[in-house]
């Protein structure tokens, strides 16, 4: 993924309506992005056309993950997550 292809991502992130998930999305994006593969920088990308409620969800563990989404990112994402 290129400069701008990260930066559009990181502005998906932090951008997305719901507070809590630009929080956790954006922070974790932000930290994390000069170490993710580009396969998982593909994954976050699919991960964003979720809704937000139900990322939260997802990384809360209220809701089990749906199998189109990447499990071990979304792992990775709640051991970063800020406590809510």
Same mark, same amino acid.
């Given at each position: 993924?290129?400069?701008?292809?990260?930066?559009?991502? /990181?502005?998906?992130?932090?951008?997305?309506?719901?507070?809590?998930?630009? /929080?956790?999305?954006?922070?974790?994006?932000?930290?994390? /992005? *000069?170490?993710?593969? *580009?396969?998982?920088?593909?994954?976050?990308?699919?991960?964003?056309?979720?809704? *937000?409620?139900? /990322?939260? *969800?997802?990384?809360?563990?209220?809701?089990?993950?749906?199998?189109?989404?990447?499990?071990?990112?979304?792992?990775?994402?709640?051991?970063?997550?800020?406590?809510?």
């Amino acid at each position: 993924m290129n400069k701008d292809d990260k930066k559009r991502l /990181i502005y998906r992130a932090n951008y997305r309506g719901f507070k809590e998930a630009d /929080i956790m999305l954006g922070g974790f994006l932000k930290a994390n /992005i *000069d170490t993710l593969s *580009d396969a998982e920088l593909d994954a976050f990308e699919i991960l964003l056309s979720a809704k *937000d409620h139900d /990322i939260y *969800d997802w990384i809360t563990e209220k809701q089990p993950v749906p199998k189109q989404y990447d499990e071990e990112l979304l792992a990775k994402i709640r051991q970063f997550r800020p406590k809510f």
